[in-house]
């Protein structure tokens, strides 16, 4: 009588592999997840650069704003010194 151990072998190597490209798939979404969450730190990092920048533009456009308004209210108000240094009378 003659055991076949062929077949339990065959099943040996199926399941080394089986097992082996199963921890291959779980580390790959290991480093996914973590890739993942580090995506969403520099979002959130991105977002808040965006709202400093929005504020720094709307800062800058106002005091633009406001000194083209002095510049524009002096010259129709007529109190900007006349270029030429002599007087008219």
Do not use: W
């Not at 199926?14 to 790959?28: P, Q, Y």
């Not at 520099?42 to 005091?63: F, H, N, P, W």
């Amino acid at each position: 009588m003659s055991i076949d151990t062929s077949g339990d072998f065959d099943e040996q190597i199926l399941l080394t592999s089986s097992s082996s490209k199963l921890d291959n798939i779980e580390a790959n979404i290991s480093s996914a997840d973590r890739n993942v969450g580090k995506g969403v730190g520099e979002l959130r990092q991105a977002a808040g650069y965006l709202d400093s920048a929005r504020t720094k533009m709307c800062c800058i456009i106002v005091t633009i704003l406001i000194i083209v308004g002095i510049v524009v209210g002096a010259l129709v108000l007529g109190t900007v010194a006349p270029l030429s240094p002599h007087r008219v009378d």
